[in-house]
């Protein structure tokens, strides 16, 4: 993926919101929902995206799907504007 499609992908507040969820952990779909606050068709909609742009890799654990950040330049993008939005 072109460096430049990341800051699209990030721009959408969703996605960005469940990106920043997932920055230090792997979580299930349910707690990403509740933690963000969107419907899970919304959510599921926007974690299909990211797979399939293979930003995130989900697993299935039981009944549960599992999500985490594949692509590490993610992380460090998040963790940069966080830090900015802090001073």
């Known amino acids: 993926m072109k460096n430049s499609y990341l800051f699209k992908v990030l ?3 969703t ?3 469940i ?3 997932l920055i230090d952990k792997e979580l299930c779909v349910c707690e990403i929902q509740r933690k963000i606050r969107k419907t899970q068709s919304n959510v ?3 974690l299909t995206k990211l797979k399939k742009w293979k930003i995130i ?3 299935k654990k039981g009944k ?3 999500c985490s950040i594949r692509d590490r330049r993610i992380k460090k ?3 940069f504007v966080e830090r900015g939005d802090k001073k």
């Open 11 to 13: 721009a959408d507040e």
């Open 64 to 66: 549960f799907t599992l």
């Open 57 to 59: 890799r989900c697993r």
């Open 77 to 79: 993008i998040i963790e």
């Open 44 to 46: 599921s909609m926007h």
């Open 19 to 21: 990106l920043k969820t």
């Open 15 to 17: 996605r960005y919101k």
